[in-house]
């Protein structure tokens, strides 16, 4: 019989059910452990999906030998901490989004994977999901050309999870590394990962948390508490890479708009495309526009489709059976995007890179 990778789940908040979900889904896996500071939460999780121990000390669980991988599902500024601790404890790793908080961090992060050998996957999920791929298969077969500018969007209206998604020191930053990083990372990855030359970003903290609102729900952190709110609430940016193209980006937590809004599109030379609302390609062909509709399941971003998908990836990884479409080096360059935007936005300047 195939011998299964056995999984451990480090932080077993909101995250960890669409992680968990996905693990039971794979027969290749066994999941043994959930780790969380809050016990009686890793409690519940491992009885509702059949973990047989349960930590709240992260580095028990990492001592634990029957555990190989682990899924790290905690606040943004305990990632890289967990994750190097983890490597040098021989487990892999597919650590959520984003890496992590600082460039030091990250390049201490990769410089354990290198040091280790172990396997690393940053949690941007959008890169699993099937409107991506099916994307990047027009994108690989040229049929965009040379894609000169993208452009997202990634509005909530009001959505400020609260607890240490507003606690800075927790988190990291606002909408902009929580939001940002999944539109920002899908565009770049889709644009073939240049390097960044410039960047030019705006933070705005206007309209607080906006905890007066009645009538309407959104995604809340575990331990929801819209007391202490010390990110900005709204981001926008404008990077410039060497080899010429353009990304625009706005997000926020709150903001004064109609709905929600999430688009992210790219355009080229011979073709665009959009993978959010709707996965379209737009071409030229006898003197005509024509928008192409890909037919998948879902023409939009499948949150449990992807979640799926890019756990079994991770498994995958772990089997040696594939790589890793998000490892390590990407989650670096992120980083540095993602903090260079908060730079240029504290300094009010263009901020430049080698
Ligand atoms: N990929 C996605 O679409 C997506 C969506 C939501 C959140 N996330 C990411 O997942 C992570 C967790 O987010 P969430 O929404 O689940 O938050 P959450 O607040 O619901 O859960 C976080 C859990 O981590 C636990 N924790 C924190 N530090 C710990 C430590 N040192 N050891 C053990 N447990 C610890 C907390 O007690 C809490 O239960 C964040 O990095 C977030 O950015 C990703």
Redesign the pocket.
């Known amino acids: 019989m195939m011998s299964k990778v056995k999984i451990g789940v480090?932080?077993?908040?909101?995250?960890?059910?669409?992680h968990l979900g996905a693990y039971v889904n794979n027969s290749k896996v066994e999941l043994v452990a959930i780790?969380?500071?809050?016990e009686e939460?890793?409690k519940a999780k491992a009885e509702k999906y059949g973990a047989k121990k349960v930590?709240?000390?992260?580095n028990e669980l990492l001592a634990d030998p029957e555990v190989e991988a682990v899924s790290?599902?905690?606040?943004?500024n305990?990632?890289a901490?967990?994750a190097i601790a983890a490597l040098q404890a021989g487990k892999n790793v597919l650590v959520?989004?984003?890496m992590t908080t600082d460039i030091d961090k990250a390049l201490a992060l990769e410089a354990a994977v290198k040091e280790t050998g172990k396997k690393l996957q940053v949690?941007?999920?959008?890169r699993y999901s099937a409107n991506t791929q099916v994307l990047k298969q027009f994108i690989d077969n040229d049929d965009l050309g040379e894609i000169y500018y993208a452009k997202a969007t990634c509005f909530r209206r009001l959505g400020n999870?609260g607890?240490?998604?507003s606690d800075i020191e927790?988190?990291g930053g606002g909408p902009l590394?929580?939001l940002g990083?999944?539109v920002i990372d899908v565009l770049w990855y889709l644009m073939g990962c240049p390097k960044v030359k410039s960047i030019s970003g705006n933070t705005y903290n206007k309209l607080g948390n906006r905890k007066n609102i009645k009538n309407l729900s959104f995604?809340?952190?575990?331990?929801f508490d819209p007391e202490k709110n010390t990110v900005e609430d709204m981001a926008n940016a404008l990077i410039r890479f060497e080899n010429g193209a353009s990304l625009a980006v706005d997000v926020s937590f709150t903001l004064h708009a109609q709905k929600d809004d999430i688009t992210v599109k790219l355009y080229g030379t011979k073709g665009g495309a959009e993978i959010e609302p709707s996965l379209a390609v737009i071409s030229e062909k006898y003197d005509t526009i024509v928008n192409m509709l890909p037919q998948v399941d879902n023409l939009s971003f499948d949150?449990v489709q992807a979640?799926q998908a890019e756990i079994d990836h991770f498994v995958d990884t772990c089997l040696g059976e594939k790589e890793t479409l998000s490892p390590v080096e990407h989650g670096v360059e992120m980083t540095k995007i993602l903090c260079g935007i908060y730079e240029s936005a504290a300094k009010g300047t263009e901020i430049y890179f080698d």
Do not use: M, Q
């Not at 480090?10 to 669409?18: L, P, T």
């Not at 780790?35 to 809050?38: G, S």
């Open positions: 480090i932080g077993a908040g909101s995250i960890s059910e669409a780790c969380d500071l809050n939460r890793a930590y709240v000390d992260y790290i599902c905690t606040w943004n305990t990632h901490e967990i959520e989004k984003p949690g941007f999920v959008r999870p607890g240490w998604f927790r988190s590394i929580d990083v999944h995604y809340k952190a575990a331990d949150f979640f």
